[in-house]
């Protein structure tokens, strides 16, 4: 009997769908995209319409030849791939490549893999919807006639293999003008002043801070000014002026979004974007439970925090079932999108809140578990009643100054049933008696005032840059990932800790692109373009339009930068040492990892070596300078600059501050969580560095400094090389295996 095929793009979604569907069902994987613009050139026609030029791509035929047949031997075939652009996009490929008519009801889509939703979606099966084909063609057409008419360009005014990107350049932009801003901040200095105060002699004590002076705002700037209002408030007599006390309620957040839910795990699990979205990927595909299996959460990519009114059910019975009816509202809580929110899919979820965390444990690695847990609390909480403070606050005359003095107690718990209690700990704030006003209060005695400085604004992460983008409207959920990634592994931008920070070449390309092409790579526009392609999908204007409008003005600035930019380049700059190996002068030069020193007699001399970048530290060994350095990967380092002579390294960046138990140097060690923590440099120290976690080797001097003189990457080429050879004497007896899927997501 022949069997309906149905296609999707990853073998785990098609393993997972089998389980639902009878024997007259074949499915299979089409492994992500099969065609593509070619790589070898530009691959659109500028002349007539833009037209692309689509091709197989290179080493996907036997999975073509695989798919034909099956299709040729189906009585009907469905495709299921994901359910946005890029998926319609994938769908209408395989239409081409199979000889299906893509007005035929050949499409079916559904937002969570679960057998009910899966056999309901083959009861609807529609045609190809060409509106969101043709948006995720513009998207793809004018990525690609940035990149390849850009990165020339780049090639010849600034560096060769440099690339470009329309969206990735105003990412590197943005966090360019982060990094200027904290360089150029000045701090300012300012104290804070606070007393604690009772009512009489035994009753609890409780702060307040002063606020004002004979009705203006207290500023207080130096060691000087504050121990003149610390000696004023010794002296004065204290009274209750007002007092309030109110309830004050605190909502239950939205359901995730594919942006709060890629914050929230940076934030709580440590999450990168791209290590959310792949756990997200194989939550949603499906996971075995038993014998069966299911999609876990519903589809990952999506901009609304609206449910289901099945979801909503369902959650609001087990929440009042787990927690009790004071838990569960009156009314479903409703939740208003974001402005420019697409609302195509429902917000992320369960598929099922009846699979609770602790019943899937089992079924779940370590890290699907923890993801599954946050999006299941969060959807639980989304339903339940609002936390209740009770907040107190007293305004307290002083002779001429005014105190403030605020506490709040949390009376109901609420959603935050379901919270990190760590985290609630952390937020508690100093319970404050509600006092009548006219009483008069008893100093007990003054603070120390407390100095401060102003802070400049925090450099970028990864879900601060999400949140940025998402605010802008640059980009949609699927893009906010790979863009990330883009940027750093073009080398724009290096990662430190959580931090993010544009690198020389990055602000190099940054401002040489948005200084010549401000027109189209800036934050408008880029939220304009997006908003174009909206409307594309949404069939209210013609593709053809937005790539002629965006071409037009774009080939005029290509021509006038080419013309403007220096096409010399910049001239050598020595370093002051000479090649050991010819005796010519060695010269400065910018790779992707940064700056480094190479001989001025390439190409007949290859000598390279780093450029020492001293920190201005002296080495906790021998007292010379620490300079900081790169491995191959890019991973910073410290090292003596005597090394060999002296072989201190150090993952941790070496600092001046003595030890407290010891008295030898501190060395600052910046967390995964950001948070920065210093040891002791001397191992043999009761506060010395413990070990870091999960390194998989042990990291000695002669590794790190090899690794950034290039003898390990020798060593791995050789490796490789040998590991090569052995493989080709093989390939004629073993069967080849397949690439896992991976799908290109818009850019």
């Known amino acids: 009997m022949k069997k309906n095929l149905i296609i999707v793009e990853s073998p785990t979604k098609s393993k997972t769908i089998s389980r639902f569907l009878g024997k007259n069902y074949a499915v299979k994987a089409s492994m992500g995209h099969l065609r593509d613009l070619p790589k070898s050139t ?135 003008d982060r990094d200027k801003q904290i360089d150029e901040f000045v701090p300012e200095e300012f104290w804070t002043i606070r007393a604690k105060l009772r009512e009489e002699a035994k009753a609890p004590l409780f702060d307040a801070e002063a ?109 009042t079932q787990l927690f009790g009816a004071e838990y569960c509202p009156e009314k479903p809580n409703v939740f208003t999108n974001k402005r420019n929110a697409q609302d195509a899919h429902e917000a992320i979820r369960p598929t099922s809140v009846a699979r609770t965390p ?31 403070y009770e907040q107190t606050t007293l305004t307290i005359g002083a002779g001429a100054y005014e105190l403030k003095a605020t506490g709040s107690v949390m009376t109901f718990d609420g959603h935050l049933r379901l919270a990190d209690k760590k985290e609630l700990n952390a937020e508690k704030q100093a319970e404050v008696p509600f006092i009548k006003s006219g009483t008069v209060l008893t100093l007990h005695k003054v603070l120390p005032g407390e100095q401060h400085f102003t802070e400049p604004p925090a450099h970028y992460t990864e879900a601060s840059l999400v949140k940025k983008m998402e605010e802008e409207g640059i980009g949609r959920p699927s893009t906010y990932s790979p863009i990330i990634q883009t940027i750093q592994t073009r080398g724009y931008v290096a990662r430190e800790g959580k931090k993010l920070m544009a690198t020389e070449l990055g602000i190099k390309v940054a401002d040489m692109l948005t200084g010549h092409f401000g027109d189209i790579i800036n934050i408008p526009y880029s939220a304009h373009m997006e908003n174009e392609l909206d409307a594309i999908a949404a069939h209210q204007v013609e593709k053809e339009k937005t790539l002629a409008d965006f071409y037009k003005p774009f080939e005029q600035l290509l021509e006038e930068a080419d013309r403007v930019i220096p096409k010399d380049p910049p001239p050598l700059q020595l370093s002051g040492e000479k090649c050991e190996l010819c005796g010519k002068d060695m010269v400065i030069r910018e790779g992707r990892f940064g700056k480094f020193q190479a001989c001025s007699g390439f190409p007949q001399c290859h000598n390279t070596k780093p450029l020492l970048v001293k ?133």
């Open 615 to 747: 920190i201005g530290v002296p080495c906790p060994n021998c007292g010379g300078e620490v300079t900081q350095r790169r491995t191959k990967t890019g991973r910073v380092f410290y090292g003596c600059e005597h090394y060999p002579v002296c072989e201190f390294t150090s993952w941790d960046r070496p600092t001046e501050k003595p030890c407290p138990v010891c008295g030898k140097q501190l060395l600052e060690r910046v967390e995964g969580n950001g948070k920065v923590k210093y040891f002791c440099s001397d191992p043999a120290c009761t506060n010395a560095a413990p070990k870091r976690v999960g390194r998989r080797k042990k990291v000695t001097t002669a590794s790190l400094m090899e690794a950034e003189n290039g003898v390990a990457a020798e060593k791995t080429k050789k490796t490789k090389t040998r590991r090569k050879s052995a493989k080709a004497k093989t390939a004629g007896t073993k069967k080849r295996g397949r690439k896992p899927a991976v799908k290109k997501a818009e850019e």
């Open 211 to 319: 606020t004002k002076k004979n009705g203006l705002k207290l500023e207080v700037h130096n060691a000087q000014e504050a121990m003149a209002v610390e000696a004023d408030l010794k002296e004065a007599a204290y009274k209750v002026e007002a007092a309030f006390r109110k309830t004050v309620s605190r909502r239950a957040l939205p359901p995730f979004t594919t942006s709060t839910l890629q914050q929230e795990a940076s934030h709580k699990l440590n999450f990168t974007t791209r290590r959310t979205m792949m756990v997200a990927q194989q939550l949603y595909e499906g996971v075995t439970i038993g014998k069966s299996s299911a999609g876990l959460i519903t589809y990952m990519r999506t901009d609304s925090t609206r449910l289901s009114e099945e979801a909503v059910a369902s959650t609001r019975e087990l929440v």
């Open 358 to 388: 602790s019943e899937m444990e089992p079924y779940l690695t370590k890290e699907q578990f923890r993801l599954y847990k946050l999006i299941w609390d969060r959807t639980m909480a989304s339903q339940m009643t609002p936390a209740e």
């Open 42 to 176: 530009l691959g659109v026609d500028v002349e007539h319409d833009f037209t692309p030029k689509y091709i197989n791509i290179r080493g996907k035929g036997d999975l073509i030849r695989e798919l034909k047949a099956e299709a040729a031997k189906a009585d009907k075939v469905y495709l299921a791939t994901d359910p946005d652009r890029e998926g319609e996009a994938i769908s209408w490929h395989l239409a081409h490549i199979l000889g299906l008519d893509d007005k035929s009801p050949c499409r079916i889509e559904f937002h969570e893999i679960t057998s009910g939703a899966v056999k309901e979606a083959l009861k609807h099966p529609r045609s190809i919807n060409m509106s969101m084909v043709d948006a995720q063609q513009t998207r793809r057409i004018i990525d690609r006639l940035v990149g390849y008419k850009l990165s020339p360009l780049l090639w010849r005014k600034v560096r060769k293999g440099l690339s470009a990107g329309r969206v990735q350049s105003v990412a590197v932009k943005i966090i360019a």
